[in-house]
């Protein structure tokens, strides 16, 4: 695993503009329902990946990110999250909180177009909703923040 992480946080930079990190995280592979139980707040959700704070990147188990360009793909999702964290580019804001999201995907899209693979992933916030202008992003973890 720790080699397809250098080699996907090649691409996550390449794709994506950011400087490569000092460090790589570490990768989990973790049952689906904890992903569901500590990214979704307990609450049914299609959550496949879960950056919480530190250098952990959490992965659903039933995903083959070796073996497979579309399960690759959710792990360079969150490797995009982990460069966006460690740049300081993004305030703590809902809106700050989408715009992460949507560059998230247009990277995870632009991985998979290199492949010649296209996924419908729409720029659509799963359970992110800003309160209004301005409007705190539901804490990681807490009902509704997915990713």
């Known amino acids: 695993m720790t080699e397809l992480v250098s080699v996907l946080m090649a691409w996550a930079v390449q794709l994506s503009g950011y400087p490569a990190p000092s460090q790589l995280p570490e990768v989990?592979?973790?049952?689906?329902?904890?992903?569901?139980?500590?990214?979704c707040g307990g609450q049914a959700c299609k959550v496949q990946g879960w950056l919480p704070p530190g250098d952990r990147i959490y992965l659903d188990d039933r995903l083959d990110p070796v073996g497979n360009t579309m399960d690759s793909s959710v792990l360079l999702h969150e490797?995009?999250?982990?460069?966006?964290?460690?740049s300081g580019r993004f305030g703590s804001d809902c809106s700050a909180a989408i715009d992460k999201e949507r560059e998230a995907y247009a990277t995870q899209r632009s991985f998979l177009a290199a492949y010649g693979q296209h996924a419908?992933?729409?720029?659509v916030v799963h359970g992110l909703a800003c309160a209004g202008p301005g409007g705190v992003p539901p804490t990681p973890g807490a009902p509704g923040h997915r990713e």
Request: proline fraction near 4%; charged fraction near 20%; avoid cysteine.
């Open 120 to 123: 419908p992933m729409f720029v």
């Open 28 to 39: 989990v592979l973790v049952q689906h329902q904890r992903l569901v139980d500590e990214a």
């Open 79 to 86: 490797l995009v999250h982990y460069l966006q964290r460690e």
